[in-house]
């Protein structure tokens, strides 16, 4: 498959633990990378590799992968995390990038 | 602070080509991969293509391979996108962004790490 699958929109109150999800065969061989997106504005990298985050990014946001699946989780959701948030790895070949459709987070 | 700007987007009719260009800067462009990235109206991400830093790797997207060509400039520390015979649904904001990979066991991956602010283009008549 060459494809990564979100949940279109995803909500959680403010400072509780939301977890988003990425589903793809290529995320069996590939870790995900992930990227927060605000209106108008152009994404941000916070998460790399097995768990890595680049400096500045809050450390309420990790990852995680197991099987075909990638996680982003945030930890004590804060009101500027409201966003979209996109998963992105290489397909099973390593010559395409794929991106998953995008989970809008709703910060209640 | 790494840094890219985005320029030569615009309106174009169906079929028409266009250039676009991405200046980098605070960082030494030839040990990165290039990569073009885009985002329909009200749309997720859709990549595009990407270069190694070298050049000798070159892929693209179905949607878009035989119609773009990308390319990079070490000496000017520039990416270009060539886009040839576009089409409405190639109107989108484009991003170019800089890109990394890495691996740890059996897993590797690629990531995008710094982004340009865009540049629309518009394919209409």
């Known amino acids: 498959s060459s494809e990564l699958t979100q949940d279109p929109a995803v909500s959680v109150a403010l400072g509780q633990t939301v977890r988003i999800t990425c589903q793809g065969d290529s995320l069996r061989i590939n870790y995900a990378s992930w990227y927060q997106q605000k209106p108008r504005q152009a994404p941000v990298f916070v998460i790399y590799?097995?768990?890595n985050r680049p400096s500045g990014v809050p450390d309420r946001f990790s990852g995680s992968s197991s099987g075909n699946t990638a996680s982003l989780t945030i930890t004590g959701t804060q009101a500027e995390d409201e966003a979209d948030y996109y998963c992105?790895?290489?397909?099973?070949?390593?010559?395409?990038?794929?991106f998953g459709g995008g989970t809008k987070l709703t910060v209640l | 602070q790494e840094h890219l700007v985005e320029s030569g987007g615009g309106l174009v009719q169906p079929g028409g080509s266009l250039r676009l260009s991405c200046a980098a800067s605070e960082f030494t462009f030839s040990d990165y991969y290039m990569s073009w990235i885009r985002q329909a109206p009200g749309k997720g991400l859709e990549w595009v293509s990407y270069m190694s830093p070298t050049g000798s790797v070159i892929n693209y997207a179905d949607s878009v391979r035989g119609r773009f060509t990308i390319s990079r400039d070490s000496a000017k520390n520039s990416l270009y996108l060539q886009m040839d015979s576009l089409r409405a649904e190639d109107t989108a904001v484009y991003y170019c962004?800089?890109?990394?990979?890495?691996?740890?066991?059996?897993?590797?991956?690629?990531?995008?790490?710094?982004w340009g602010q865009g540049t629309l283009v518009t394919v209409s008549s």
């Open positions: 962004a800089r890109g990394f990979e890495g691996s740890r066991g059996w897993y590797g991956w690629f990531a995008l790490d710094y």
């Open positions: 992105s790895s290489r397909d099973s070949t390593g010559n395409h990038l794929l």
């Open positions: 590799g097995k768990n």
